[in-house]
């Protein structure tokens, strides 16, 4: 997809708008990106989330510019930290990713779930808010002409990585959504038989 996709025109097929939308790997994201107004736009989009009893249960902490390098170096040095026992160049190689995380695509936004345990709404229809609040912005990404990919894993996961982040307690990262111009489109991916996934409730088949 290009960036020449005009968000304020819908598409003349806004389903197959969607289903043009393909997950980039971060690695392959690049300059241009959001820049800082159409990243309020972005999240101001996400943020356009359901959310039962308005609890807001979610906040961004965004990356961008000389941050995300400085956030990486702290990310490797964490790495480390937490293996002191890893075989040494198993360690560097990893660490090494993680100097680099958040340096390839323009910006990254780490999408924060911080339910609100003191109220009657289950913690669990919460932490499904925050996905949603990825995946609209995933859509939104998609509407206005750039990629994204939402990943996890050890940089969203790490109680040393998440204090690099400055992820707080009772907080969990839902996604760390990176955002920026592919420089390759992936090909289609196998997608679910959605023949075996629906069925249709009648009484006899209760
Ligand atoms: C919560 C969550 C965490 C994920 N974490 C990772 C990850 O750490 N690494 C990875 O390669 N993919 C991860 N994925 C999967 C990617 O987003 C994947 O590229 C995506 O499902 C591609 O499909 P799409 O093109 O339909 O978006 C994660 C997905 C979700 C929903």
């Known amino acids: 997809m290009s960036a020449s ?11 197959a ?3 043009s939308r393909r997950s980039v790997a971060f690695t392959d994201l690049g300059a241009p990106g959001p820049d800082p ?20 249960p979610w906040r961004f902490i965004v990356l961008e510019g000389e941050a995300r390098g400085q956030a990486s170096a702290r990310l490797a040095a964490a790495y480390r930290l937490a293996h002191p026992d890893m075989e040494e160049a198993r360690r560097e190689k990893f660490a090494a990713i993680m100097g680099r995380l958040f340096t390839h695509a323009p910006v990254v936004v780490a999408v924060v779930s911080r339910p609100d345990r003191s109220t009657r709404i289950p913690v669990f229809e919460q932490e499904l808010s925050a996905g949603a609040v990825c995946m609209n912005l995933l859509h939104a990404i998609h509407a206005q002409g750039f990629s994204g990919t939402w990943v996890t894993g050890w940089a969203a996961t790490h109680p040393l990585a998440l204090a690099v982040l400055g992820v707080e307690a009772g907080e969990q990262v839902a996604g ?11 090909g289609e991916r196998p997608r679910p038989d959605m023949a075996a996934l629906v069925r249709r409730w009648s009484p006899a088949g209760a």
């Open 176 to 186: 760390l959504v990176h955002m920026g111009t592919a420089r390759q489109m992936p």
């Open 37 to 56: 107004a159409q990243l309020d736009r972005l999240l101001a989009v996400a943020a356009r989330t359901p959310d039962h009893a308005l609890l807001v």
């Open 5 to 15: 996709h005009n968000a304020a025109t819908p598409p003349r097929d806004p389903l």
């Open 17 to 19: 708008f969607l289903e």
